[in-house]
């Protein structure tokens, strides 16, 4: 977990953004939000009311409109206080990621030639594509690609996580970020931040809202909302018309004022959804940030609530990376504890993990240990161009390897690869495994099958997504049947085997020109074009300089499967958004029954059927409903930060069970709500 998650009910957060709620009153900040812009316009036009109300003598007590008015800024300043507690969030943890970022000294160098002469300057004047040194215990100074070295960097700073990591030069692992400190040996890194502005400083910007953008979506809700509000401001103005005109037929006073209409338009409009609105994309953003993953736009997490393709490298995603020794199998009429013994022995000093669960297995199953590195062994490390490695002992020549390598080998030797080794080899291949053949000078002893390990739980999660409509497609470089076999165990849908960067494209190309919206992970150079035509890509932090600027958001754990957690969250945005908007209008219903039949029941008796919550008086009703109007949206802040409970299941039940929830829900709440308080009010001789 990262250190820059924050409490939802952080004291702190909540003073600062009771202090704000009232910055946020100011007409340039109000005009954002046209839907609590109607409602800052209505407490101000009330509060007018009240003032003309103590010079004039009506039948409208000044105490009453004065109770609307200040309801009114209540509301409004409810509205400001979810916007503000949510941005609260995102801005104290872009204060614990400030805190990590600071001017040092950089030592910038000519040349990768001359790394030992360099000249000392601030690192607010490096520019791109500058070189710099830096050695165990200096801060990186800026974002770049390691260039030469290779050593331990502590990245904490910025991921939470304080296992140092390991950074070199080639391969994908060789991007640095500025303000993270190398712990051992020393780096010569290339400048590729532009103007100053480190990645730290782009996460920092997105994390305390200031470069969040409205997404398409949310302007789209928000569009319909100020059509509904055009709507209801129509509505009120032509009950005010009707209702003038019916009483001067009645020869009675009109029994609507101008302040209980507008106090009547105010609850009618969608107030809930706008206050409860811009909070919700923060709060999607924040959890987001807070899961350490940084979003480039507040689009590529809605995007992601509508995936239904994710593209899932195989190493370190569906399996757990590190191949291991599963099986011997003997040919040929070889010993199986023969063959244990010489894997062993060429495993001995093969640090990989691989090569480790070699002389691992072969303690397990033959006690094989003990073993001592004398002068009389000469090992062979592996090599790309021999594809096998072993050991020198006693005159005798141990390899292991790849199984064509070997094969060729003991060919030279004078030997024979049989059809038995051969077949086993291929059984192994088509099990989804890894076969390396050992072979004693010219002579083939058997078969190590190395098994890739998938994770615990993911064929769960994968049969997760697919019962929310989500296809599975696992990318990996294996054979055909090695990644078939893989697929069959861990679940997937479908698998690329082979994968070039030419095919992870193409097969993106393909599924978007059939409607399809498409995830994928990446790390390296080659993954840059793939994940440039991804609708929601997710670069590795560890990943390269192409990878991370190809992606539209970077996980800063890089953690491959993060790729799944960032379509919880996504969903999770749209479920939410979709919720409240649901329950805000369905409020409406209630509002209708609780307003409108004590309001004109004076001049139509007849109305006094539908006073089903039997409110008292029409001074009652209507503040009653203006004040649960206002309370509702304090009740639905945490919800609106928290968000909807992720569930997964299918979109059609997802719907049935918010509509259920929440649309039955918004009708029934209110109707309890306003009946409590109109109780309350008129116990305590308030309305």
Known sequence: MSKNQ???????????????????????????NPVMLLVYISAILTSIFWLISLKESKNISSGYIIAIAVILWFTSLFGNFAEAIAEGRGKAQADSLRASKKDVDAHKIKSIAEKNVFTTISSA?????????????????????VVEGAASVDESAITGESAPVIRESGGDRSAVTGGTTVISDWLVIKVTSENGKSFLDKMIAMVEGAARKKTPNEMALQIFLVALSVIFILVTMSLYAYSAFSAGQAGMENPSSAATLIALLVCLAPTTIGALLSAIGIAGMSRLNQANVL??????????????????DKTGTITLGNRQASEFIAVDGNDKKALADAAQLASLADETPEGRSIVILAKKLFAIRGRHIGNNMVFQSFSAKTRMSGVDIDGEKIRKGAADAIRQY????GGIYSDECANAVKKAAEQGSTPLVVA??????????????????????????RKMGIKTIMITGDNPLTAAAIAAEAGVDDFLAEATPEGKLKMIRDFQKKGHLVAMTGDGTNDAPALAQADVAVAMNTGTQAAKEAGNMVDLDSSPTKLIDIVRIGKQLLMTRGSLTTFSIANDLAKYFAIIPPLFVSIYPGLSVLNIMGLHTPQSAILSAVIYNALIIVALIPLALKGVKYREVSAGKLLSRNLLLYGVGGIIVPFIAIKIIDVILTALNLA
């Open 410 to 413: 003991v060919i030279a030797q």
């Open 125 to 145: 004047l490096l520019k791109r594509n500058d070189i710099v040194i830096v050695k165990a215990g200096e801060q990186i100074p800026a974002d770049g690609e």
């Open 295 to 312: 979003a480039m736009s507040g689009r590529a997490i809605e995007a992601a609530g509508d995936v239904d393709i994710l593209m899932l």
């Open 6 to 32: 924050v409490n939802i009910i952080d004291k702190n957060i909540i003073i600062k953004a009771i202090k704000d709620s009232f910055i946020k009153l100011n007409p340039k900040v109000q005009v954002k």
């Open 440 to 465: 004693r000078n010219e002579k083939i002893l058997g078969v190590i099958v190395l098994k890739d390990i998938i994770k615990q739980g993911v064929a769960e999660k994968f049969s997760d997504l």
